[in-house]
């Protein structure tokens, strides 16, 4: 019998190849690969947000547990698409046009991929053009942008600005987030949402898109 709170403890505890073991054992006792990633991967994920907030688990362990949730997830996602499960929504994420620090984006990316979202990661240093380039080809739900430093913060006010001049900026929520920016910050450029941390990123995307 499918062990799916094993597979969720594996991924709290960051053990790729346990997460890996138990979701091949899932698979081939016919369990619906959705069912293996609710109920187990995304479960996991879902403690580790929770102790991430509560100082519990600092950024180590939350990588950690994400490379363990993603050895489940390369069993599965074959069988999700084949199946033609849909994820919660799709995000566009990078950091803001002359930010390169890319590990709280990174994380991020990880904790949403784990709520069962689709991420397109566009890396750092991204332009407005590029995200609206980005934003035309793929369609998202979201676009989420991070900054670390105080100079690179217009560059989120910039690409909003950019999705509102390309006519995109009705079809997508934007949430912004890293260390300098603030709830004042996201009501001034007009963002939909703010997020302090990646554990909040997820909660904050279940909203959006559900608002959406």
Not at 70 to 96: C, F, N, W, Y
Not at 165 to 189: L, S
Request: glycine letters at 10%.
């Amino acid at each position: 019998m499918a062990d799916l709170e094993a597979l969720g403890q594996a991924v709290i505890n960051g053990d790729r190849d346990e997460a890996a073991r138990l979701a091949q054992k899932a698979v081939d006792e016919g369990v619906d690969p959705e069912i293996i990633v609710n109920e187990g991967l995304i479960v996991g994920m879902n403690e580790v947000g929770r102790r991430f907030k509560a100082n519990e688990f600092y950024v180590p362990e939350v990588l950690i547990a994400a490379r363990a949730m993603h050895g489940g997830m390369d069993i599965v996602k074959p069988l999700l698409a084949e199946s033609g499960i849909e994820p919660r929504g799709q995000v566009l994420i990078g950091t803001a046009q002359g930010d390169l620090h890319d590990i709280g984006k990174n994380l991020v990316a990880m904790m949403l991929e784990g709520g069962g979202y689709e991420v397109i990661d566009l890396g750092v240093d991204v332009s407005p053009d590029q995200f609206v380039e980005a934003v035309n080809e793929h369609s998202p739900n979201i676009v989420a942008m991070s900054a670390l430093l105080t100079t690179t913060m217009p560059g989120m006010k910039d690409t909003i600005e950019a999705l509102d001049a390309a006519g995109v900026r009705q079809q997508i929520k934007v949430m912004i987030g890293g260390a300098p920016v603030t709830q004042d910050y996201a009501d001034e450029i007009s963002a939909d949402g703010y997020a302090p941390d990646a554990a909040s990123a997820v909660d904050l995307a279940a909203e959006l898109v559900a608002s959406s």
